[in-house]
């Protein structure tokens, strides 16, 4: 049962313009959600992160986007660098003690290639 | 300086051996985790232990068992190699039990079974 679906396997942009990675979760509990990046041979690294009591969060050329009521969020990447091409990794946790808590769910994963 | 590290980074062994991965983390986190990476590409939390004390220990065969001697260690022994235990194994730390502030992973340990 996947509760964090990262469905787009794969995404071409080109250098400059800006790449949209989605993600969507099933599991309401969920109020913390997470974006890792992972470049191959690598561990995935920390790249930003939103709380269920925003809808936007940014850093730098990285913006965070939730909706909630949608149970999706969306990571936008302005503008996309050659260096940006990578594994990008959906992840979400539960702060209560509830079901999807004290772990990471992570989503498959979506490669994104930034054309130079 | 590494803040989180583990070895090996690569490991190859023959089905029915008995292996050990270890993890160590600088960062002064209480809580440190097991992830896999199977070949479908899904990173799936195995085990978390938070200042020593087990936490979470998903459906994984008992073959596979974490020590944590300390805090800042989590090592994964496993027992009797499988074909299907081949992945590459992620240990992560995080500050508290909630990854508030997000994981620190590790650069994983890619284990081949033949």
């Known amino acids: 049962d996947q509760q964090v679906k990262q469905n787009s396997p794969s995404l071409s942009v080109q250098e400059g313009r800006i790449s949209i990675l989605n993600c969507d979760y099933t599991?309401?509990?969920?109020?913390?959600f997470l974006w890792y990046k992972k470049y191959p041979a690598e561990g995935p690294t920390f790249l930003i992160s939103?709380?269920?009591?925003?809808d936007k969060n940014e850093d730098g050329r990285f913006t965070v986007f939730l909706n909630k009521s949608a149970k999706h969020l969306s990571l936008h990447i302005v503008p996309s660098q050659p260096g940006d091409s990578a594994v990008y990794f959906c992840?979400?946790?539960?702060?209560?003690?509830?079901?999807?808590?004290?772990?990471?769910?992570f989503g498959k994963g979506t490669k994104l290639s930034v054309i130079p | 300086d590494t803040a989180v590290s583990q070895t090996p980074k690569y490991l190859v062994t023959q089905m029915g051996n008995d292996k050990s991965i270890k993890c160590e983390q600088n960062?002064?986190?209480?809580?440190m985790y097991w992830y896999k990476q199977d070949s479908k590409k899904f990173l799936k939390i195995m085990f978390s232990?938070?200042?020593?004390?087990l936490i979470i220990n998903e459906t994984v065969p008992n073959r596979f068992s974490p020590k944590s001697p300390d805090k800042a260690h989590l090592n994964l022994h496993i027992n009797s190699l499988e074909l299907g235990d081949s992945a590459v194994y992620f240990c992560?730390?995080?500050?508290?039990?909630w990854g508030a502030g997000g994981y620190t992973f590790g650069s994983g340990t890619r284990l081949t079974v033949v």
């Open positions: 992560a730390s995080s500050q508290d039990l």
């Open positions: 599991n309401s509990m969920f109020d913390y």
């Open positions: 939103i709380s269920s009591i925003k």
């Open positions: 992840a979400a946790s539960a702060l209560g003690s509830g079901a999807g808590s004290y772990q990471l769910t």
């Open positions: 960062l002064g986190h209480d809580t």
């Open positions: 232990y938070n200042n020593k004390e």
